[in-house]
């Protein structure tokens, strides 16, 4: 049943209406709470606390996630693809904690959280920044495509080898799970073409020599003053101790072939690159 009011008293629910709301914002105002207008503008940062934010960023975090946080062997933080929380506090203990298995080391220890919220703000500066990578792909590709090309064991450059995706392939390379979302599109077509020029210390290949005169080429699983382990790319696993080889010395290549722009066509490399970048 709809109930009908005279004229009169909707203005005398208006007027009641009205001093209700006024009531609100004095108390509001009285508790240092005031309803913020959602048009206004944010308060203008601190430029000594930005520039503290901004000498930290580039001293801790723009090795991976670049100058300008467009991202690299980070993700770019001025999107909106938070892996692990995009609210400040997250963050935050991002920041603090770090993301163990990755790059993203604890930092805790070395900074101050008052520090930690300067970085932040910087952080945000850069989300909010005109500023846009003007990197793109030669052509399009065709994530379909690129997909059977990289599980094809028996096809021209045999991804899953050594990588994984979805639990689906090899373990001497890293798992590209959310690939697209981890690093920056420029820096995942360099890592196709030139796998030796960033290599994660956890990838590092060392070659041993043995006393018998054998070399064996893997990737180094752990290593102390007494002993090493290494598997090599079929996935054989080797543990030694020192004192039984010849020498140990650090690769400075990947296992990853050099020339895979040689070995399939420039359609090939995009869908390649495509398929990974849906990997978000």
């Keep these: 049943m709809t109930r009908w009011t005279s004229g009169a008293s909707r203005l005398r629910w208006a007027a009641l209406g009205a001093l209700g709301l006024v009531y609100f914002w004095t108390l509001a105002a009285a508790s240092g709470q005031a309803p913020q207008d959602p048009s206004a503008k944010p308060p203008a940062a601190d430029p000594a606390a930005m520039a503290e934010g901004q000498a930290l960023f580039r001293g801790l975090c723009s090795g991976c996630h670049g100058g300008a946080g467009r991202g690299g062997k980070g993700p770019d933080l001025t999107d909106a693809k938070w892996l692990h929380g995009g609210t400040d506090a997250d963050i935050a203990r991002t920041i603090q904690n770090g993301v163990p298995g990755t790059t993203m080391k604890k930092l805790g220890d070395a900074l101050k959280p008052e520090q930690i919220r300067h970085v932040i703000a910087y952080i945000r500066s850069l989300a909010r920044s005109p500023s846009e990578s003007t990197w793109k792909p030669y052509i399009p590709g065709d994530p379909r495509a690129g997909r059977v090309l990289f599980f094809d064991l028996k096809g021209k450059v045999q991804c899953a080898r050594c990588h994984s995706i979805g639990g689906e392939g090899g373990r001497i390379g890293p798992a590209l799970d959310r690939i697209a979302a981890r690093r920056a599109p420029e820096f995942i077509m360099e890592s196709i073409l030139e796998p030796s020029k960033d290599i994660a210390p956890e990838y590092e290949t060392v ?74």
Excluded: C, W
């Design 207 to 280: 070659a041993i020599a043995t006393k018998e005169g054998r070399v064996i080429v893997g990737i180094r699983i752990n290593e102390t003053n007494f002993n090493i382990q290494l598997r090599e790319e079929n996935g054989r696993f080797h543990s030694f101790l020192k004192r039984d080889l010849d020498g140990v010395k650090l690769q400075k290549k990947s296992l990853m072939p050099e020339n895979f722009g040689e070995q399939i066509t420039v359609k090939e490399l995009h869908d390649l690159f495509a398929y990974l970048m849906s990997l978000e």
